[in-house]
């Protein structure tokens, strides 16, 4: 069982809960004082299926609980307790849902196949929100400032202005029948991840992109990127390698102009450092 996502409690930045592959509920990490006294405990559900993403909204966390072929009650489960128990807001939500994330109250999520859904009741009903997409098979969501945006598997990068009411293609620079891994954004910045691409970037909300990968391993040797993160003005993003060349996490402070290595501690074993990088509250989570 590995760590795969991390999300921190707004209103209480050293409370983390962190998800799970597996079948096995919600775990939250308290980091408590001294650090050294951190430890793992049961959030006291929901179990069954596996945990695909976490995200605070209102003082509430909401979880996609799904995707396990044994689950018959997964869905999107709501904690207003900091995950000591767990309510079933919505067991019609498609499954999976994958990702969330929020603009105001309007939570967003995205599933590889019947696109992207909004709530705006706490995750208790969603509203397919897909007028305009290319592609129903959405692989990233994204945030900057009010835009959403949202990344497919064959029909590039989509920008919505109106919280998902339709969405325009922001393909302009992008190679044709890009496959977007990942979606970040930083200082004004898009951040698209694209399979065998590399990195690219827009600095002027979708309209042209480039790509950024001074610094990162020759794209010939690289799958694409898995995640990135984001920690103050630095992007962070995880590599994955093949052909023995060394991948991991690497860090820009200059919007993906120059990145450079940021593998110190992590496991060494083979050249694949690590799998996904996440950050809350501040810190940078590897696995």
Do not use: K
Request: hydrophobic content about 40%; overall charge negative.
């Amino acid at each position: 069982m590995s760590v795969i996502a991390v999300h921190c409690h707004r209103a209480r930045p050293r409370a983390c809960a962190l998800r799970f592959a597996g079948s096995f509920g919600v775990f939250a990490l308290l980091a408590l004082s001294p650090p050294a006294s951190a430890q793992w405990v049961s959030t006291g559900g929901p179990g069954g299926g596996t945990a695909r993403d976490l995200i605070e909204i209102d003082g509430a966390l909401l979880v996609a609980n799904n995707y396990d072929f044994f689950a018959a009650d997964g869905g999107v489960y709501r904690s207003e307790d900091e995950g000591a128990t767990w309510t079933l807001r919505n067991s019609e939500a498609p499954r999976p849902f994958d990702e969330f994330v929020r603009i105001g109250t309007a939570v967003f999520a995205n599933h590889t196949g019947q696109g992207v859904f909004r709530s705006t009741d706490g995750g208790a009903t969603w509203q397919p929100v897909n007028t305009g997409l290319g592609s129903l098979a959405v692989t990233a969501l994204g945030v900057e400032g009010g835009d959403l945006y949202a990344g497919t598997s064959a029909s590039g990068v989509f920008r919505s202005t109106n919280l998902g009411e339709s969405w325009d293609p922001v393909n302009n620079g992008l190679p044709v029948g890009t496959e977007v891994t990942a979606l970040a954004s930083a200082g004004g910045a898009v951040f698209a991840g694209i399979w065998l691409q590399g990195v690219w970037r827009s600095l002027n909300d979708g309209a042209s992109w480039e790509p950024v990968n001074n610094g990162l391993p020759p794209i010939s040797t690289w799958g694409g990127p898995s995640t990135f993160a984001v920690v103050g003005s630095e992007v962070f993003v995880c590599v994955l390698t093949v052909q023995g060349i060394e991948g991991g996490v690497f860090r820009t402070s200059t919007l993906g102009d120059m990145w450079a290595p940021a593998n110190n501690g992590l496991p060494s074993a083979g050249t694949q450092r690590a799998n996904a990088v996440y950050a809350a509250g501040g810190l940078l989570f590897a696995h």
